[in-house]
């Protein structure tokens, strides 16, 4: 069982360039959720997804995209990557029941040039 | 908004001995979860141990325990028996449980904590 599974782990860009960041999982959770984590911060939230074919905006969604079209898949992309999003950005996951925690991928340093 | 606050930035503790990492949070929700996630240098998030709102008996999980005052909206940690393999960023995190935002994970800025041989 894989859990959450995220791509690459590292990525280096250049001011202007686009990438997608992927996230897999394999637990059949509804709810998914892209985070970044900047130098001596906390994780905030990106944006989320209760569901294949719903996305909302979390904290920080500005110069961010998502799409959710299976239930597996919660791809999080980068039009025109900015310094300010320099940052290590994780994946998660959680089926939404009682006080089960999120499941989180091993994450992703970007760093942009 | 909820917010969560680990006014510690860092902390040390001895091998062996118990440490306490702080954590308060602001809410006007009556039912809720907190957690507190451990992060150590390979920039994994392990969940330590979670609380729910509507238990008054404190979580424990082997030498991790909290002592959660709902009144005060306090959701300290307790590391008794301190490991090397103790030493993080250790993460308190807050989030509800029905309507919108539910389960959606609100975090505090960390604690780092060293463990001194």
């Known amino acids: 069982n894989a859990g959450v599974t995220q791509t690459p782990k590292f990525r280096i860009l250049k001011i202007g360039q686009s990438m997608t960041l992927q996230c897999t999982q394999d637990?059949?959770?509804?709810?998914m959720y892209w985070y970044r984590q900047d130098p001596g911060m906390g994780l905030k939230l990106i944006y989320y997804?209760?569901?294949?074919?719903?996305?909302d905006k979390g904290e920080v969604p500005n110069g961010y995209n998502v799409s959710r079209s299976t239930t597996e898949d919660f791809p999080l992309r980068l039009e025109l990557a900015a310094p300010s999003q320099t940052s290590v950005y994780f994946c998660?996951?959680?089926?939404?029941?009682?006080?089960?925690?999120?499941?989180f991928g091993n994450g992703t340093r970007l760093t942009v040039t | 908004a909820q917010t969560v606050t680990q006014s510690q930035p860092e902390m040390s503790v001895q091998e062996a001995e118990t440490v306490t990492l702080s954590c308060t949070y602001d809410?006007?929700?009556?039912?809720?979860?907190l957690f507190w996630y451990k992060q150590p240098p390979s920039r994994q998030m392990i969940l330590v141990i979670r609380?729910?709102?509507?238990?008054?008996q404190n979580a424990t999980e082997n030498r991790f325990s909290v002592n959660f005052q709902k009144a005060a909206k306090s959701f300290s940690l307790k590391i008794s028996d301190s490991q090397l393999g103790d030493a993080a960023m250790y993460f308190c995190?807050?989030?509800?449980?029905?309507?919108?935002?539910?389960?959606?994970?609100?975090f505090g800025k960390g604690t780092k904590l060293s463990v001194i041989p």
């Open positions: 637990m059949n959770h509804n709810y």
């Open positions: 995190a807050y989030t509800r449980t029905s309507g919108a935002g539910s389960y959606q994970l609100t």
């Open positions: 997804s209760v569901g294949a074919g719903i996305t």
């Open positions: 809410t006007s929700e009556s039912d809720y979860y």
């Open positions: 998660a996951s959680v089926n939404g029941q009682g006080n089960s925690p999120l499941h």
């Open positions: 609380q729910e709102a509507y238990k008054q």
